[in-house]
């Protein structure tokens, strides 16, 4: 064999054609594949992401061999969903009518719209803005909140919380007996008197007893 010698591809050996031609008549493809697609209308860039995925998800590893065959048999100008199955059945097996399914469904419905995009594409868009806006809104509340916050013990303790001590010492403050209270100048006067009317009484008995003796 020379050095030159290039393998035949399977559009120019005839025995793939004759093999795929068999194959399409014994083998049961989805209703989906049915439906022609134009690919001119379809924006092919933004499907090469969710072929990557969508292969390394039925694989379970990353295979760029099967990734790149997918993308380039959707770059032709015609393209027969049947035939691509035939070709991916010997890498994805039995995960390829599956597979064909999802991604012949995506194409019909980027061929509907003007951008070229599938309609799921841009509703999950759709949605990863809306779920970023209330994100982004959540964010803003809780740092007004905190703020409110902060400004409240700044201005003299107003935020602080009541504790369930708090009610229990008012409780115990209520239920307790008042006592009346002396003022302190009435105490020391009332003592005061007293002392005098002590001294004063033995001064007087003192003084009574030499009166009667004399």
Not at 14 to 31: D, G, Q, W
Not at 84 to 90: G, Y
Request: hydrophobic fraction near 25%.
């Amino acid at each position: 064999m020379s050095a030159g010698f290039r393998g035949a591809s399977a559009g120019q050996d005839e025995r793939f054609s004759n093999k795929e031609k068999k194959l399409l008549k014994t083998m049961t493809f989805p209703e989906e594949l049915s439906r022609p697609v134009d690919l001119k209308k379809v924006k092919v860039e933004c499907m090469k992401p969710w072929i990557s995925k969508r292969v390394t998800e039925l694989l379970g590893f990353e295979d760029e061999v099967v990734e790149n065959l997918v993308q380039n048999l959707l770059e032709e100008e015609e393209v027969n969903p049947k035939l691509v199955q035939i070709q991916l059945t010997p890498f994805l097996e039995s995960n390829t009518p599956e597979f064909m399914v999802e991604l012949w469904k995506l194409l019909l419905s980027a061929q509907e719209n003007a951008s070229g995009v599938p309609q799921a594409f841009l509703d999950a868009q759709a949605e990863e803005r809306r779920r970023r806006r209330e994100l982004d809104r959540k964010m803003d509340e809780s740092f007004q909140s905190s703020n409110h916050r902060r400004d409240g013990r700044r201005g003299g303790g107003g935020g602080r919380r009541r504790s369930r001590w708090d009610d229990s010492n008012e409780r115990d403050a209520l239920s307790r007996p008042r006592s009346r209270s002396r003022s302190p100048r009435r105490d020391h006067g009332r003592r005061r008197d007293e002392y005098r009317r002590e001294d004063s009484g033995r001064d007087y008995r003192r003084d009574y007893r030499r009166d009667y003796r004399r």
